[in-house]
């Protein structure tokens, strides 16, 4: 099985972030880690966050990367206005999530970033600079309010803005993938106004990307 997803991958090298986790969170068993539809919780069934490699990730190597991730989570705690936790990626290891309330970032049906988003989201690159070896997806998320073509394009243009705005602060783009999710994945009831101001909100993930994966792999031996 290993031997075959590795196989795909090297003939796929232009396959994106998120289709490569799927690929591999699909077809690379227990050893590997979850299942695709538990990739980062609830809130993220639809993606396959993390990156594709062609081999188990034994515990040792998860261990190293876990320590990092849990490392970085304590670091990012002191950002203001921002929840931080930690995750199962696609490979099964560990990764960190970052959520701001849209009501920080954006004034309301604007993908405009406030100045008190750009304080934070500068914060957020700066303390990104010394864990390279990480992917980085955004996904916007909304309440209920209006259609939901017009939510689906508004949430992804707030993932946008705010994978834009770390590219200005120095986060390679090749790391960055970003998604609209409109009202998909509500993490509060959408009947009233406290739960929608919940729903209304950005996701960033951070997670270990292949060279990570190789290097803790190799540490581990």
């Known amino acids: 099985m290993f031997l ?10 232009s396959m994106s972030k998120l289709a490569s986790g799927l690929l591999l969170g699909a077809g690379s068993g227990a050893a590997a880690g979850a299942a695709v539809g538990a990739a980062a919780g609830k809130d993220a069934k639809s993606a396959a966050i993390g990156a594709a490699i062609g081999t188990a990730v034994g515990a040792a190597a998860g261990a190293i990367i876990g320590k ?21 990626d696609a490979n099964g ?27 934070a ?13 990480t992917d980085i997806t955004v996904y916007g998320h909304t309440d209920n309010t209006g259609t939901y073509e017009v939510n689906q394009k508004v949430s992804n243009q707030r993932a946008q803005s705010v994978a834009k705005f770390l590219k200005s602060h120095g986060i390679d783009g090749e790391r960055i993938a970003t998604e609209g999710k409109a009202y998909d994945l509500p993490v509060a009831s959408n009947d009233t106004e406290e739960g929608r101001a919940q729903n209304r909100r950005v996701e960033i993930y951070v997670s270990a990307n292949e060279k990570m994966i190789e290097e803790a792999i190799e540490e581990a031996k």
């Open 68 to 88: 990092q991730m849990d490392k970085k989570a304590a670091e990012l705690k002191a950002l203001e206005d921002a929840k931080v936790e930690t995750f199962e």
């Open 93 to 119: 290891l560990k990764g960190v999530k970052v959520t701001f309330a849209s009501g920080i970032l954006f004034k309301t049906n604007s993908s405009t970033l406030s100045a008190e988003s750009k304080e």
């Open 121 to 133: 989201l500068t914060q957020f690159a700066a303390a990104m600079k010394d864990l390279p070896e």
């Open 4 to 13: 075959a997803a590795a196989t795909v991958l090297s003939g796929c090298s």
